[in-house]
């Protein structure tokens, strides 16, 4: 069973910076993208960032600017660097990997805390 391994969440006050990695347990072929997501307690999962095999990149508008997102599909690898954090960028980060609509494979989740 293929698995999406997180490292890199943590507190952190207000200004600072993290930078999450997300690998896979074994290879996977032919992945379209991967990303990150998020969910803030009582919120929905939300796209935080995606990387596509063609290195194009997207972004939500709360994020642009601040954050960005690198790696490679073909190797499995996936990063995010979190700079300018603030509280309300705390939540569970998860790293998910897919090609739509064969599979789509997820992480087990990363805590990031933001505080003032």
């Known amino acids: 069973q293929v698995q999406l391994v997180e490292s890199g969440g943590g507190s952190v006050q207000a200004g600072g910076s993290l930078r999450l990695s997300c690998e896979a347990s074994?290879?996977?072929?032919?992945?379209?993208?991967m990303g990150w997501y998020r969910q803030a307690p009582g919120m929905q999962r939300e796209l935080v960032a995606q990387?596509?095999?063609?290195?194009?990149?997207n972004y939500a508008d709360s994020v642009k600017g601040r954050f960005t997102i690198s790696g490679d599909t073909a190797k499995n690898t996936v990063y995010l660097q979190m700079n300018s954090l603030k509280p309300e960028d705390t939540a569970v980060y998860f790293c998910?990997?897919?090609?739509?609509?064969?599979?789509?494979?997820w992480g087990q989740g990363t805590l990031v805390t933001v505080s003032e």
């Open positions: 998910n990997a897919a090609a739509y609509p064969q599979f789509e494979y």
């Open positions: 990387i596509f095999n063609d290195h194009s990149t």
């Open positions: 074994e290879t996977i072929l032919s992945v379209d993208n």
